[in-house]
T-cell receptor
Framework: TQLLEQSPQFLSIQEGENLTVYCNSS?????LQWYRQEPGEGPVLLVT?????EVKKLKRLTFQFGDARKDSSLHITAAQPGDTGLYLC??????????FGTGTRLKVLA | NAGVTQTPKFRILKIGQSMTLQCTQD?????MYWYRQDPGMGLKLIYY???????DKGEVPNGYNVSRSTTEDFPLRLELAAPSQTSVYFC???????????FGPGTRLTVL
């Protein structure tokens, strides 16, 4: 069974700082998604990465997919309080079913 | 276009009671999913459906049942509620061939 481990588990930073969170898989990703979940709401998709070595940018967020497709990182530049939330990675292993990571809970202090 | 709606938002059950969590989507998506999220954790798949009349077990199906009689609705049934089922339950749907899942706002369930 595929396991997705995310690190760090918790992160509390000041507004304007940069940060990176990681997602590592016990097996090769099929297609990796990153979601953000705000308190009291369901997760919302940020990005999907498929190709090893792929880099995608979404405003101040940069997503990187490892060459071996077993790890991914999310880098946030100049974090803002609106970035606060739970960041989840997910993979479907080429099936209809999705596995979610353990999550990184980010708090950005104003 | 309401997306994915879930009812109720909150519920407290006593041990041994049963209830149905409702989920409806108006996007004509084939795939629907039920997840549970325990405090501070990621999501675990309970059941999923690839179309009306077709359901299958996910990672943690014990204690739950589902049905999919229409494309729009995917109710989750809890029989004999146990404290271990205290969690937040999310329903999601997605279009065939797409990766993005659309989630509902969740149902917070407490079993005492």
């Amino acid at each position: 069974t595929q396991l997705l481990e995310q690190s760090p588990q918790f992160l509390s930073i000041q507004e304007g700082e940069n940060l990176t969170v990681y997602c590592n898989s016990s097996s090769v990703f099929s297609s990796l998604q990153w979601y953000r979940q705000e308190p009291g709401e369901g997760p919302v998709l940020l990005v999907t990465v498929v190709t090893g070595g792929e880099v995608k940018k979404l405003k101040r967020l940069t997503f990187q997919f490892g060459d071996a497709r077993k790890d991914s990182s999310l880098h946030i530049t100049a974090a803002q309080p609106g970035d606060t939330g739970l960041y989840l990675c997910a993979d479907n292993s080429g099936t209809y079913k999705y596995i979610f990571g353990t999550g990184t809970r980010l708090k950005v202090l104003a | 276009n309401a997306g994915v709606t879930q009812t109720p938002k909150f519920r407290i059950l006593k041990i041994g009671q049963s209830m149905t969590l409702q989920c409806t989507q108006d996007m004509n998506h084939n795939y629907m999913y039920w997840y549970r999220q325990d405090p501070g954790m990621g999501l675990k798949l309970i059941y999923y459906s690839v179309g009306a009349g077709i359901t299958d077990k996910g990672e943690v199906p014990n204690g739950y049942n589902v049905s999919r009689s229409t494309t729009e609705d995917f109710p989750l049934r809890l029989e004999l509620a146990a404290p271990s089922q205290t969690s937040v339950y999310f329903c999601a749907s997605k279009k065939q061939g797409a990766n993005e899942q659309f989630f509902g706002p969740g149902t917070r369930l407490t079993v005492l």
